[in-house]
T-cell receptor, first 110, second 111 residues
Framework: DAGITQSPRYKITETGRQVTLMCHQT?????MFWYRQDLGHGLRLIYY???????DKGEVPDGYVVSRSKTENFPLTLESATRSQTSVYFC?????????FGEGSWLTVV | GQQLNQSPQSMFIQEGEDVSMNCTSS?????WLWYKQDPGEGPVLLIA?????ELTSNGRLTAQFGITRKDSFLNISASIPSDVGIYFC???????????FGQGTTLQVKP
């Protein structure tokens, strides 16, 4: 029972590089989300998706791109990474009113 | 935008004591969720509340959905060392699936 998995779990990249964080869920949940967690800011929503091919911006979408060609996958791409995007990224999925989180991806931009 | 105020920000208690934390909002929510996050892990869902006035328990945890739909509280009875972590409230303002999170309550339990 894999649930929701994120990869990579840990990544160090250089400023200006493109980085993609993967998220995969096995529940066939309609909704999927990307949050970032930073000290002093809690969890902030970057993007979310209500279904395949439907995505929408959250609180902090600038500098990020998402896609959802399949229900089970929701990759998050940083097209040109900046140091301010150093953070812990959490993917989540949900159906109805309940949302479950992955274990997180620690990204450091140097 | 909508904000949740979660308090207290941190608590340091003795093992065996009861704990209470709460969240308030300036707007109405349809759902309240409580999560716990251990170091290096993602938030884990503890309790979900779907109706105003609802009181739900999960072991030593009890949570309530406020009558006004603008607040919720979480109680932990007889705390133990493994209760240590960060507790987040989250509110869902509509059926979009989006969650708004509180800033978290850091709980430390002294054996």
């Amino acid at each position: 029972d894999a649930g929701i998995t994120q990869s990579p779990r840990y990544k160090i990249t250089e400023t200006g590089r493109q980085v993609t964080l993967m998220c995969h869920q096995t529940w066939s949940h309609s909704y999927m989300f990307w949050y970032r967690q930073d000290l002093g800011h809690g969890l902030r929503l970057i993007y979310y998706s209500a279904a395949a091919d439907i995505t929408d911006k959250g609180e902090v979408p600038d500098g990020y791109v998402v896609s959802r060609s399949k229900t089970e996958n929701f990759p998050l791409t940083l097209e040109s990474a900046t140091r301010s995007q150093t953070s812990v990224y959490f993917c989540a999925s949900g159906q109805g009113n309940t949302i479950y989180f992955g274990e997180g991806s620690w990204l450091t931009v140097v | 935008g909508q904000q949740l105020n979660q308090s207290p920000q941190s608590m340091f208690i003795q093992e065996g004591e009861d704990v209470s934390m709460n969240c308030t909002s300036s707007s109405i929510f349809n759902t309240w969720l409580w999560y716990k996050q251990d170091p290096g892990e993602g938030p884990v869902l503890l309790i979900a509340l779907y109706k105003a006035g609802e009181l739900t328990s999960n072991g030593r945890l009890t949570a309530q959905f406020g009558i006004t739909r603008k607040d919720s509280f979480l109680n932990i009875s007889a705390s133990i060392p493994s209760d240590v972590g960060i507790y987040f409230c989250a509110g869902q303002p509509s059926n979009t699936g989006k969650l708004i999170f509180g800033q978290g309550t850091t709980l430390q339990v002294k054996p």
